[in-house]
């Protein structure tokens, strides 16, 4: 698949790049462990005692409380799609791929085809904004790993909460604010994930 840049128009509806000064943060970031697998931590106590939080909190999520964690490791494929709620911030410390996609693709019966995904290539230090309707997964390196900066409403891809059933897409939520389709070849069936994705897992 062709890597675009975030700064091509085709970019622009599935988020936009801030301007922002986030050195202290990435400073913090660049302590964080860069295991073979991938990592998630929803929440980070050293990234949240970053300068940049409350400017984060108050001007890109309107004051309503965040959390700032991570996603680092090395990974070339999608396996995956996900989306919440609300915009999610990544901040690479490094040139980082991202496989995106948009909800609005998604069919009646929450299958997706994965030929519809756009591969964007991030610059170290970019504050990108991903809108809630934007399909994601894990980030892309094709070597050396990656270290990105994760941004959410606070409470996101924690517990998932209690759910009756009513709504057809409650099968698709495997964390609070997280609605995930799975590849078939991703194995995360075997964790309760939807298998949804049609077409190639894709891999960079």
């Known amino acids: 698949m062709q890597i675009k840049k975030i700064t091509d128009e085709a970019f622009k509806k599935y988020g936009r ?8 943060l990435l400073r913090r970031l660049a302590g964080t462990p860069l295991p073979e697998d991938v990592v998630y931590v929803a929440s980070d106590r050293e990234l949240e005692k970053c300068s940049e939080y409350a400017e984060i909190q108050n001007s890109v999520y309107g004051g309503m409380p965040i959390q700032i964690g991570y996603c680092n490791g090395h990974n070339r494929i999608l396996n995956a799609v996900e989306y919440h709620r609300d915009s999610e911030i990544n901040i690479p410390i490094s040139n980082t791929l991202f496989m995106l996609g948009s909800q609005q693709d998604i069919e009646d019966d929450h299958t997706y085809d994965t030929g519809k995904m756009e591969i964007f290539e991030a610059p170290a230090g970019a504050v990108v904004e991903f809108y809630g309707t934007t399909l994601h997964y894990a980030p892309c390196s094709k070597e050396g790993g990656f ?28 964390a609070k604010n997280k609605w995930l389709i799975a590849h078939p070849e991703s194995g995360l069936d075997k964790d309760g994930a939807f298998i949804g994705l049609k077409g190639a897992n894709l891999e960079v």
């Open 147 to 174: 270290q990105v900066v994760v941004i959410l409403p606070q409470g996101t891809n924690t517990e998932v909460p209690d759910l009756v059933g009513r709504f057809a897409e409650d099968k698709l939520m495997t």
């Open 17 to 24: 790049v801030l301007k922002l000064d986030v050195s202290d």
